[in-house]
């Protein structure tokens, strides 16, 4: 109501919080075992995540900083959350002695694969295309996946988790859409 | 024992991976509600972080890729992992009603202003001082006020977890030590 209004180069970086704040929340409901929260904080993160790079083109105030706290925020929104949702609500309740620490070596490769292409990604600075699958895009089916976990086999999840670590990590190229 | 070494390049990548990987490792023991591995593993990532840049200068490889995965990892290890552990492990036991939410918020803060505080220093390039505390120390230092949990007062960790925050995005300067 009062003082200063904030600069419309702060605006897309609210947003960019606000995918990193949902991310956390996913793990925080994980913890409470709430997967269908959890999987729904993620889903927002997805929708934090395309407003903030269309607000900061809208307003033409791309910046670093905001590109650096773009890939922080997506890689515990879409990296970390989804695999320890995976594994907390899928994986890990399977825990037949060795096939429990297989479930969680997915679980890491899926979150660390996705490290890896966000630095690379960050580095080659590419407009037009992606390079591998986005990592909001494997975060994102991930949650979706878990969404429906009551209709699908359980060997779906290792199986996608495999499949896009991989693809996250790929170097063929993806068209980007909406822009 | 057969194939291509390792390129030099590479090696100090797998130091920082090593920290993303004990990160994780951190929140999965969360999960189990082991808060004393839980701090072990956060303090495993500090010791992987701590080598991966000697190493990178030992064998002068430092590179874009390698400074990108360093500030993921470190939001993981360093501020996502501590501010859920002493969320579990602290604030969230206190659950008389409000207070678990403001216990939540302070967790959120947190890891907030640890993603703010690596955006904005890899954005800077400064190489002799760091700008705030950094989120390695912040979060090297809640995983120790988590393993003396019986000897201190509840009102340590949301105190402590404030303050550091708020040293994090600060721009007090803080020199190097051990170039």
Chains 1, 2 share one sequence.
Request: proline letters at 5%; aromatic letters at 12%; charged letters at 10%.
């Amino acid at each position: 109501m009062s003082g200063r209004p904030i600069p419309a180069r702060m605006i897309p970086s609210i947003f960019t919080l606000a995918n990193l704040l949902f991310g956390f929340l996913a793990l925080v409901w994980v913890l409470e075992a709430n997967f269908d929260l959890a999987s729904t904080m993620i889903l927002l993160s997805v929708l934090m995540d395309s407003l903030d790079g269309k607000v900061a083109r809208r307003l033409s105030v791309s910046s670093d900083f905001g590109k650096e706290l773009d890939s922080l925020s997506d890689l515990v929104s879409f990296g970390v959350a989804p695999a320890i949702l995976t594994y907390q609500g899928i994986l890990q309740p399977l825990q037949s002695g060795y096939i429990r620490y297989i479930g969680l070596g997915i679980a890491v490769v899926f979150a660390l694969c996705g490290a890896v292409r966000l630095a690379r990604f960050n580095m080659l600075n590419i407009k037009t295309y992606f390079v591998g699958v986005p990592i909001t895009f494997a975060g994102g089916l991930m949650a979706l996946l878990m969404f429906i976990r009551h209709m699908l086999p359980w060997y779906v999840y290792p199986f996608s988790m495999v499949i896009l670590a991989f693809l996250m990590v790929s170097t063929f190229k993806v068209p980007k859409l909406g822009k």
